[in-house]
């Protein structure tokens, strides 16, 4: 396990115990297992899925967990919209064991591989869907994250469609994040959350949007 990881769980307020740090390699391991038969990771090695990858599902999760404590949740619900390969639903799942985790996602063999990969860890507290979001109107959470679905203006409305009343939407963005004259009736912009991974040294973003 890369002692950046670790340092960089710790620096964003979600320090990892030696059994949730395990997990993480392990399902490291699994990805780079399945990368080339899959096409799940352009990744020169498992230390790049740790660093890259998986620090961002930790920093969605630092997030979920900040929230979460805000609301006064002890427990809650999440939907990783447009999984893949669960880099940011499975990750966030190890690491609050408190969060009931589903993994939506189209496309059958990451499903599949995301279903062994989950059965290979023993997570409890995961579950995978294999639809496209909405397609399923009473698929709701408290809160929804979304990494790779789509371009923010054409997939918000889908994405919020999922989340319950008084949840939050937690977009990754990149650099220039497209928020402009983004918040349809009835759903607040409540702030841009900047980040650096320890793999390098880019402007990233978790764009947030609550719904009222």
Partial sequence: ??????????????????????????????VWQKRERLNLTSAAGIDEILLRHICDGLQGAALVKQLSQNKGLTTFSVIDAGAGAGYIGITLAIALPQAQVTLVESIEKRCAFMNWAILSLGLKNVQVKN????????????????????????????????????GVFLAYQGEQPQTQSLQPPG??????????????????????FEKE
């Fill in 187 to 208: 759903i607040r912009l409540s702030g841009e959350t900047l980040y650096h991974l320890p793999a390098d040294s880019k402007n990233r973003y978790l764009v947030l």
């Fill in 1 to 30: 396990m890369p002692k950046k990881l670790l340092n960089f769980a710790v620096s964003i307020g979600l320090p990892l115990c030696e059994s949730q740090a395990q997990l993480l390699a392990d399902y490291a391991a699994l």
């Fill in 131 to 166: 639809i496209r979001l909405g397609e399923q109107k009473d698929i709701q959470a408290d809160f929804v994250t979304e990494r790779a679905m789509g371009q923010l203006p054409d997939i918000l409305n889908i994405c919020l469609s999922a989340v319950k009343p008084g």
